[in-house]
């Protein structure tokens, strides 16, 4: 299993792309210069030593070498000794709403990101539990399968968008049937659904199969998050909001009654989500409540350091740069001496 020890380190590949878009438009405006001081014919022939490809092969060996140094820098490790263990917990699947109505703003900064903060703090808070991860919409799909690897949990759920599902609404019965077969096998284990919505249930269905997942031994807890005034819908990189087809803004409400009756129903809990942190304290004593389990996990317990490699690319890369001229070889230059001495004559 590859790992990183510390992968926001690999955010600096974004310093990577803008260099590149720095470097083409520095090209694009040397072009631009050069079109303008003379004919293409005569400047070629005043730039017979300046080679046309060899510039970027420097350039691309360059950031190939910074590559390799940032994937160092992050700190990639191998797992190499599996050991199984037991381990007390529980087994949880974080069900999140990414429904267009989640980007209202009556919980700041979104109602997503405020999703987002506290189920990260949520597993920040796990130690021998193991965690998976749904999104949904009009659709329902399993981000991140249940398991003890919270730190890739916490990369997915970075992660998660509106833009995710093409199929807009919020089917949150199919959420959570969803989730309900994502667990183990393993009995006697407490399984639990943490589901975080603003509750507008569009396709319904969702107190059934609440029932059906207590049936089954399986909490269903409730987390509904928004305001129940309601709030408009901001349309992302816009000034605007969402409107209906008669031009009216659409307001989003948090349908409270709908996520007491569905946590009522799954045997668990409902959490009213605002901009305070007493929904957080509340999630993690309705964690603490239940059973703990012996849970039997597979994980890596050594890991073996693989940045050398990475650097001693790096450090090749560096080298080839170096040693590569980026001006056109003498056998080019002379050529084309020769073609404008014929010319003169």
């Keep these: 299993m590859l790992r990183f020890e510390y992968p926001n380190h690999l955010y600096f590949f974004l310093v990577l792309i803008l260099l590149i878009l720095v470097h083409y438009y520095s090209v694009y405006r040397r072009k631009h210069k050069l079109n303008k001081f ?35 820098y992050a700190r990639p490790q191998f797992g190499t000794k599996i050991d199984k263990r037991e381990r007390m917990g529980i087994e949880a699947i974080i069900a999140i709403d990414v429904s267009n109505s989640m980007y209202a703003e009556d919980v700041k900064p979104n109602r997503l990101e405020k999703a987002k903060m506290m189920m990260s703090n ?12 749904i999104v949904f919409a009009g659709q329902a799909f399993t981000q991140i399968p249940i ?55 569009n396709e319904g269905g969702a107190i059934e199969a609440a029932k059906t997942a207590a049936e089954a031994g399986i909490r269903v807890y409730i987390l509904g998050i928004g305001d129940p ?9 816009s000034n605007q909001y969402i409107i209906d087809d008669e031009g ?52 890596y317990s050594e890991y073996d350091e693989q940045f050398q490699g990475f650097v001693i690319l790096g450090i090749i890369f560096l080298i080839l740069e170096v040693l590569f001229l980026d001006r056109a070889s003498h056998r080019k230059l002379f050529s084309n001496l020769l073609r404008k001495r014929d010319y003169v004559k």
């Design 38 to 72: 003379g004919e293409k014919a005569l400047v070629k022939d005043l730039l017979i030593d300046v080679s046309t490809w060899k510039p970027e092969v420097k350039f691309w060996l360059c950031m190939l070498a910074i590559s390799m140094f940032i994937i160092a």
């Design 122 to 133: 949520m597993v920040d808070g796990m130690k021998d539990d193991k965690v998976g991860l």
């Design 147 to 201: 398991t003890s690897d919270y730190v890739s949990a916490k990369m997915f759920l970075e992660t998660i968008s509106p833009s995710m599902i093409s199929v807009q609404g919020t089917d949150i019965a199919e959420a959570i049937r969803l989730a309900c077969k994502s667990f183990t096998q393993q009995e006697g284990v407490a399984k639990a659904i943490f589901l975080i919505t603003d509750g507008e249930d």
């Design 229 to 237: 005034m309601g709030a408009p819908i901001p349309i992302p990189g």
């Design 248 to 299: 009216n803004t659409v307001v989003s409400k948090l349908n409270e009654d709908m996520c007491r009756e569905i946590a009522r129903a799954g045997k668990g809990s409902y959490i009213f989500v605002d901009n305070s942190s007493s929904a957080q304290k509340k999630l993690s004593e309705q964690i603490e409540k239940l059973a703990k389990s012996k849970i039997e996990s597979q994980i």
